[in-house]
């Protein structure tokens, strides 16, 4: 090497031979070009999650989906409507809650008129969508009150060796309760004989006897 080039080296310490040479970082450089790394990778990860396609969810109503509007008084429970005829203060259509009974309808339709006797209506008996509570009054012909509805029974007399517990229950001051023991008590005779035989019957007494004697054969 001349003297120029020599001069030269030491003149350029970052000369070729120093450009080209291997370049030591050491450990904390290390440590630093790491945490650049590591910095750069999540940031990479990020950006990728937020790229990532998405579904966009909607919620409806529950009215929309089904179809169905909500019941506006929240239970769903239908109303009972019957008509209220006869000696009442306001005869008509009345609206009740289910399981509304025969003196629920009668105090719907403002109560009997003074002097009525109410005493054939079977006011526990629960009322049914649509039927015809008569009182004071007789069924029309080829009108079938419900039971206890009315003081009436069309269609005749009712045979007292032939008829029913439904039957018995229809007459005008008997429940279930009064015609069961008018069936057991036709059992124990064998038959009635005669009309009056009700008058042996426990729960019937002379004015009940008196209601039913026109309604009743043998």
Do not use: C
């Not at 080209?20 to 450089?29: E, H, K, L, T, V």
């Not at 990020?46 to 929240?74: H, I, N, Y």
């Amino acid at each position: 090497m001349d003297v120029e080039d020599e001069a030269e080296r030491r003149s350029d310490p970052f000369g070729p031979g120093a450009r080209f040479g291997r370049w030591d970082p050491g450990s904390r450089g290390v440590r630093a070009i790491a945490v650049v790394v590591l910095l750069a990778a999540l940031g990479a990860a990020a950006l990728a999650w937020q790229a990532r396609p998405r579904a966009d969810v909607v919620v409806l109503p529950t009215a929309e989906v089904s179809g169905v509007l909500p019941s506006a008084s929240g239970t769903g429970a239908a109303e009972v409507v019957v008509a209220v005829a006869g000696k009442v203060r306001r005869p008509g259509m009345v609206r009740l809650p289910p399981g509304a009974r025969v003196a629920d309808a009668l105090e719907a339709a403002g109560g009997a008129l003074p002097g009525v006797d109410t005493a054939l209506l079977n006011l526990a008996r629960k009322v049914t969508d649509g039927e015809l509570i008569l009182v004071g009054v007789s069924a029309p012909p080829g009108v079938v009150p419900p039971t206890g509805a009315g003081p009436a029974v069309p269609g005749g007399p009712l045979n007292l060796n032939t008829a029913t517990l439904a039957e018995l229950d229809g007459l005008p001051g008997v429940g279930p309760v009064l015609a069961q023991r008018i069936l057991d008590h036709r059992d124990k005779l064998g038959g009635f004989k005669a009309v009056s035989d009700l008058r042996e019957v426990e729960g019937i007494g002379d004015s009940r006897y008196e209601q039913l004697k026109e309604l009743v054969t043998i």
